[in-house]
C-alpha cells in the first residue's frame, strides 16, 4: 500500500508564491510518474505539472513558466514551485503518483489566491 502526504497549500495574494509537497511512503521499488493535478469548484480535475523518473516534465499551458515541478527520488517526494500565482489557480491540489500500472491519488491541499 502507497500513501501520499501533501502539504504547502494555504491563501496567498495575487502575484505572491507556494510550494507544495507530497512525499510518498509504502512497499514500493520506484515511482514511474509524480504529478500534480488541480480541481476548482464545479469543474473537472485537471493535469497541472507531471515529472517521469527521468526528470522530463510536462505543464499545462496555463501554468507554462509560472509553475515548476521537481522530485527528490532519494526521498520519494515532488514538489511544485507555484509563482506569481493568479486567482485562478485556486483549486484544490492533489498530488498523484504511478508505480508499476497502479495510481495513487493524495487528500488534496486547498490552494486559494485572493486579496
Known amino acids: 500500500q502507497v500513501q501520499l502526504v501533501e502539504s504547502g497549500g494555504g491563501l496567498v495574494q495575487p502575484g505572491g508564491s507556494l510550494r507544495l509537497s507530497c512525499a510518498a511512503s509504502g512497499r514500493f521499488f520506484s515511482i514511474k510518474t509524480m504529478g500534480w493535478y488541480r480541481q476548482a469548484p464545479g469543474k473537472q480535475r485537471d493535469m497541472v505539472a507531471t515529472i517521469t523518473s527521468g526528470g522530463t516534465t510536462e505543464y499545462a499551458d496555463s501554468v507554462k513558466g509560472r509553475f515548476t515541478i521537481s522530485r527528490d527520488n532519494t526521498k520519494n517526494t515532488v514538489y511544485l514551485q507555484m509563482n506569481s500565482l493568479k486567482p485562478e489557480d485556486t483549486a484544490v491540489y492533489y498530488c498523484?503518483?504511478?508505480?508499476?500500472?497502479?495510481?495513487?491519488w493524495g487528500q488534496g491541499t486547498q490552494v486559494t489566491v485572493s486579496s
Open positions: 498523484r503518483v504511478l508505480i508499476l500500472r497502479s495510481e495513487y
